[in-house]
Structures are given as structure tokens and as C-alpha cells.
């Protein structure tokens, strides 16, 4: 099982980047996949998830009306488009598989906001 995430760097207030997590090793379409993140020095937290279908998404509310969870199940990817960038969205995020009680997760990505 391999979760590569990509997309992540430094960006200022207010501009966006999209987090790309490629799959493998897995049937992807069959597994909810979430973004989590964790900042220096707090709990890892979920920032968004998704079903198998990519039907139902659910955001926190600090993403709501900012990032967008989406996946191409024919290019075993889950995406995430972060908009409207805040410093403290600078975290390293991470993907994760999750199946009843199996569990995947990426190695995690750097997201830098600042100025």
C-alpha cells in the first residue's frame, strides 16, 4: 500500500494550492479517504473526508467554504483544493485509507502560509 501526497509548498495569505494523494496497492474506490493535518506543537486534526463513490464529503468548519475534498477513482486520487490560504493553515497534511479497521496513511506534505 503506497499514499504519496504532492502539491504542497510555500504560498502567501490568501492564495491556494491543490494537494494531490496518489494510491496504490488497494482498491482505492472501496476505501473513505480523508486529509488530516497537524501543526507544530498541536494534535493531528481532520481537516476533510469522502466516500468510496466520492458521493458525500464532510469539511470542519475551519475548511468550510475554503477547501474542497474531491477524488478520480479511475486515477486512484484524492485531491484537495485549499483556497483563501491563512498563516494558520500551515501544517503538514496528510492522507489517509480508511476501511472499517484498516487504516492507511501517507508520509505527509508541508503547506507554508506566510508572507
Known amino acids: 500500500v503506497q499514499l504519496v501526497e504532492s502539491g504542497g509548498g510555500l504560498v502567501q495569505p490568501g492564495g491556494s494550492l491543490r494537494l494531490s494523494c496518489a494510491a496504490s496497492?488497494?482498491?482505492?474506490?472501496?476505501?473513505?479517504m480523508a486529509w488530516h493535518r497537524q501543526a507544530p506543537g498541536k494534535e493531528r486534526e481532520l481537516v476533510a473526508s469522502?466516500?468510496?463513490?466520492?458521493?458525500?464529503?464532510w469539511v470542519s468548519d475551519f475548511a468550510r467554504g475554503r477547501f474542497t475534498i474531491s477524488r478520480v477513482n479511475v486515477k486512484n486520487t484524492l485531491y484537495l483544493q485549499m483556497n483563501a490560504l491563512e498563516p494558520d493553515d500551515t501544517a503538514v497534511y496528510y492522507c489517509?485509507?480508511?476501511?472499517?479497521?484498516?487504516?492507511?496513511w501517507g508520509q505527509g506534505i508541508q503547506v507554508t502560509v506566510s508572507s
Open positions: 469522502i466516500t468510496g463513490t466520492g458521493v458525500s464529503t
Open positions: 489517509q485509507a480508511r476501511q472499517s479497521e484498516k487504516s492507511y
Open positions: 496497492g488497494f482498491p482505492f474506490s472501496s476505501y473513505i
